[in-house]
């Protein structure tokens, strides 16, 4: 994936981090619930039924918002160079790996981390350094 930083400012990535924030935080203090998004959609895929309007609201403003902030600015240009059978099976390997961490990058990196625990600190400097190493790997030893 490739994205055009020069038209990314200080001002939106501010506002940006901003809003991640004050959802987190409002989550927190509205639902007492963790923003871990990978937790909040396989728990409506394990369990769906009732108590779980909040869930569904938090996921369909994470679709929605970036929908809203289309039709309010131009957002930079984002192109991905994978296809379907490699993002497959990238998809699966980071549920797998979200499963083993018990918790993904939203849950550990931001609320974890916020709440200082060390388990989410190990856990974000496990996605950091994978992250690194693949980009990298695929760099410098892909095609």
Known sequence: ??????????????????????????????????????????RLLRRPGTGNAWRWSFLLGLVLAPVLARLAATLPEASVEAGWPLLAISGALVG??????????????????ARG???????TLTFMVTGMV?????????S
Not at 10 to 25: D, E, N, R
Not at 101 to 106: Q, R, V
Not at 117 to 123: F, H
Not at 134 to 142: C, D, N, Q
């Open 1 to 42: 994936m490739s994205l055009n930083l020069s038209d990314v400012s200080l001002w939106s990535a501010l506002a940006g981090g901003l809003l991640i924030g004050l959802a987190v935080a409002l989550l927190l203090l509205g639902c007492g619930q963790i923003a871990g998004i990978s937790g909040l959609l396989g």
């Open 96 to 113: 797998v790996g979200t499963g083993m961490a018990n918790g993904c990058t939203s849950g550990h990196g931001v609320c974890g981390l």
């Open 117 to 123: 625990s060390r388990r989410s600190l190990a856990a």
């Open 134 to 142: 693949t980009v990298f790997l695929s760099r410098h030893l892909g």
